[in-house]
């Protein structure tokens, strides 16, 4: 079955730039959305399709997806932007949704 | 709007069956593309994507736990049920219910989750 691969945690200074990696086998051929989850809270899309943006989610948020290797990044980096970030697919293969092992974003 | 609210018991003993309600406004399963997909969150750990139903009453399963799931939509109650046999404590996790479209295979509205318990 299709594996999705996340760094456990990342941390960064406000103001900074995050970059969350999500690695998959010829992931780059895939469309990669992401999530972001509070403490306690449902998580919510911000960015789907690999690169697109929800309404209401700032543009600090892109995605990108190449190769082996999607990556959210968070520009400008706030206090409000910490939360575990997770990847998901749909493994066409398969026909199954996959998600990542989820990454814990921590604002210094 | 979009709302999908999750049911069901809190607390249940191994080995016994757990069913969870979805109950949804705001769109229909009778929609070509939609879908209604179950995912789970064990205390502390990932998300864990479970089960999806579409309109056309097509099923998807994770494998790992397919033996043990069954959804069904009732599309008169705009209900989706999951039912899980056999539970253990390792079940142990938040289910979360969820709105998707085929035309995109991502969650974009999601219930508020239901932590479920299993103890004897």
């Not at chain 1, 943006?53 to 400008?76: D, K, M, Q, V, Y």
């Not at chain 2, 607390?11 to 209604?36: A, E, Y």
């Not at chain 2, 309109?55 to 994770?62: H, L, T």
Request: aromatic share 10%.
């Amino acid at each position: 079955s299709y594996v999705l691969t996340q760094p456990p945690s990342v941390s960064v200074a406000p103001g900074k730039t995050a970059r969350i990696t999500c690695g998959g086998n010829n992931i780059g051929s895939k469309s990669v959305h992401w999530y972001q989850q509070k403490p306690g809270q449902a998580p919510v899309l911000v960015v789907y399709d690999n690169s697109d943006r929800p309404s209401g989610i700032p543009e600090r948020f892109s995605g990108s997806n190449s190769g082996n290797t999607a990556t959210l990044t968070i520009s400008r980096v706030e206090a409000g932007d910490e939360a575990d970030y997770y990847c998901q697919v749909w493994d066409s293969s398969s026909d199954h949704w996959v998600f990542g092992g989820g990454t814990k974003l921590t604002v210094l | 709007q979009i709302t999908l609210k999750e049911s069901g018991p809190t607390l249940v003993k191994p080995t016994q069956t757990l069913t969870l309600t979805c109950t949804f406004s705001g769109f229909s399963l009778t929609t070509t593309g939609v879908g209604v997909g179950w995912i789970r969150q064990p205390p502390g750990k990932a998300l864990e994507w479970l089960a999806l139903i579409y309109w056309d009453d097509d099923k998807r399963y994770s494998p790992s736990l397919k033996s043990r799931l069954t959804i069904t939509k009732d599309t008169s109650k705009n209900q989706v049920v999951l039912t899980v046999t056999n539970m253990d404590p390792v079940d142990t996790a938040t289910y979360f219910c969820a709105h998707t479209d085929r035309t995109g295979d991502y969650v974009d509205y999601w219930g508020q989750g239901t932590l479920v318990t299993v103890s004897s």
